[in-house]
């Protein structure tokens, strides 16, 4: 609801496991959503029977009815653009948002690859185009489920250029913590997306270098001293790429890592599993090319890279 108290319309683009929960907690607080997805049995299911969100530690979440289409099927105009796709489908929404997105909608992009609201600014001139990230364990687990695997659900968002913040990211941070999100605009959204790359990006690596889940990362031994080894260099990064990252991220980044379920893995883990495209590109492999760039040593990424398949 923006400061005249008007119902702002938020369009989710994705209803997986992160755009699923932000547009089910906010349709269940009465915001006005419309859920994209492609088309398949998750969209029919939505169509059909609803969204249920199985919520760790119980108070399930279900609505029997939540404005749910396909890309080609929406042709409104959003106030709110929420993006939460896999990075390799990125191209594949810019049109949507050519549609969807006027001179006063706000774009939020959240996906787990660093610097991908600079990226469609460039593709999409003119537009209100932020950055953002988001802390949550959940995925599909059936069509039209949605499993959340702990109990952390942060949003946080904000331009990249502090002139850049609209009053409306305060109308919007309202929406999300009155739909029980924890949900913050940054002042520096570059910083607060690094952390959170640090986290998805070193996870990834390591549980896929290993081959397991999250439960392995919460004991001493060598997939944690790796997951720690591999975020230092994420930090050594930051320094080279002029981004500021907080002293105690390594602490912070293990206590969320603790709080997760034991069996929980990253999207990108279960992609390479299911043998498809998957978000190895910018999550593993980025780190080795942005060493090169700025001139910082990653030699755990880079062993971690050409296990998983990294040819120069």
């Known amino acids: 609801m923006d400061v005249e108290g008007n119902i702002m319309e938020y369009l989710i683009i994705g209803a997986g496991g992160t755009g699923g929960s932000i ?16 088309p398949g049995e998750h969209l029919w299911a939505l169509q059909q029977k609803g969204l249920t969100i199985r919520r760790f530690g119980g108070g399930d979440y279900v609505l029997p ?7 080609e099927e929406y042709s409104g105009r959003a106030d709110v653009i929420i993006v939460c796709v896999k990075g390799y489908s990125l191209p594949a929404v810019v049109p949507l948002l050519q549609r969807a997105a006027g001179p006063d909608t706000v774009v ?15 593709q999409l001139p003119g537009l209100n185009i932020t950055d953002g990230c988001m802390y949550i364990a959940a995925e599909i687990s059936a069509p039209g489920e949605i499993l959340h695997r702990g109990d952390i659900f942060r949003v946080i968002f904000g331009s990249r250029e502090p002139a850049g913040r609209l009053p409306v990211f305060d109308d919007i941070v309202s929406d999300l913590r009155a739909a029980g999100i924890d949900a913050a605009a940054a002042a520096d959204i570059r910083s607060a997306a690094l952390h959170k790359y640090a986290l998805v990006s070193a996870m990834a690596a390591a549980g896929a270098f290993f081959d397991v889940a999250a439960g392995a990362f919460q004991r001493p031994g060598e997939v944690r001293e790796l997951y720690v080894a591999l975020i230092r260099e994420i930090m050594a990064l930051a320094v080279a790429m002029e981004v500021w990252l907080r002293e105690d991220l390594i602490e912070d980044i293990l206590a969320i890592t603790d709080a997760l379920a034991p069996e929980m893995t990253t999207s990108m883990q279960k992609d390479i599993k299911k043998g498809g495209e998957s978000e190895i590109d910018g999550l593993v492999f980025e780190p080795v090319l942005l060493g090169r760039r700025f001139g910082v040593a990653t030699p755990q990424y880079e062993r971690v890279a050409r296990a998983l398949g990294y040819k120069d």
């Open 108 to 122: 939020i992009p959240i996906l787990n690859i660093y610097g991908t609201g600079a990226k469609l600014a460039a």
């Open 23 to 38: 547009g089910g907690y906010l349709a269940q607080s009465g915001r006005a959503v419309t859920l994209v997805e492609q």
């Open 65 to 71: 009815h939540i404005r749910a289409l396909s890309a």
